[in-house]
T-cell receptor, first 115, second 115 residues
Framework: AQSVAQPEDQVNVAEGNPLTVKCTYS??????LFWYVQYPNRGLQFLLK??????LVKGSYGFEAEFNKSQTSFHLKKPSALVSDSALYFC?????????????FGTGTQLKVEL | SAVISQKPSRDICQRGTSLTIQCQVD?????MFWYRQQPGQSLTLIAT?????????ESGFVIDKFPISRPNLTFSTLTVSNMSPEDSSIYLC????????????FGSGTQLSVL
């Protein structure tokens, strides 16, 4: 079975400060990890993914995430937050070894960036 | 990338009626996925739709309640049958591009409210 945990329902950060949105996962095989963002009344937009290679992956809008195998984590980060980053963020995982095409999503973290 | 057109974008329906949601992709895809996002919750996979075969439903979802059609490689429909207020959710279709550039693309979603 595969699962994802996003321990924080909401993260508040001041504009210009660094932000971190946490994600931990559990899979039997190799993890394929994704971050998606959802703006109000919009569908989900892809931010970045880790499948293999460099543990630090860079994605859209200045976001990055670090794959940590020992801690089974894939935290989303940005060095300097913008008010426009305020949205709902989802972490997702797929088991690369026989997990089929099914993505399992976390419960989401609401990011609020304030002036 | 993939452009996914989903309609209707929102609807308000009466209890006991049915609604069919359409999903059109701008290119041929083998599998299409239907997700549900209940208020304040994460995405839950309803079923996987393959062209030319019956959809594969996840635990807790049945064909009588959520019949799916997949007449060709670019189109699918999801029907929410005999609706109740508990069916009020956002319904999202998606497609997965596997391989080195793997990512799941989402339609903009259908906001369904059942009175």
């Amino acid at each position: 079975a595969q699962s994802v945990a996003q321990p924080e329902d909401q993260v508040n950060v001041a504009e210009g400060n660094p932000l971190t949105v946490k994600c931990t996962y559990s899979v039997s095989g190799n993890p394929y990890l994704f971050w998606y963002v959802q703006y109000p009344n919009r569908g989900l937009q892809f931010l970045l993914k880790y499948i293999t290679g460099d543990n630090l992956v860079k994605g859209s809008y200045g976001f990055e995430a670090e794959f940590n195998k020992s801690q089974t984590s894939f935290h989303l980060k940005k060095p300097s937050a913008l008010v426009s980053d305020s949205a709902l963020y989802f972490c997702a995982v797929r088991d690369g070894a026989g997990g089929g095409n099914k993505l399992t999503f976390g419960t989401g973290t609401q990011l609020k960036v304030e002036l | 990338s993939a452009v996914i057109s989903q309609k209707p974008s929102r609807d308000i329906c009466q209890r006991g009626t049915s609604l069919t949601i359409q999903c059109q992709v701008d290119s041929q895809v083998t599998m299409m996925f239907w997700y549900r996002q209940q208020p304040g919750q994460s995405l839950t996979l309803i079923a996987t739709a393959n062209q030319g075969s019956e959809a594969t439903y996840e635990s807790g979802f049945v064909i009588d309640k959520f019949p799916i059609s997949r007449p060709n490689l670019t189109f699918s429909t999801l029907t929410v049958s005999n609706m109740s207020p508990e069916d009020s959710s956002i319904y999202l279709c998606s497609v997965n591009r596997q391989g080195p550039n793997e990512k799941l693309f989402f339609g903009s979603g259908t906001q369904l409210s059942v009175l």
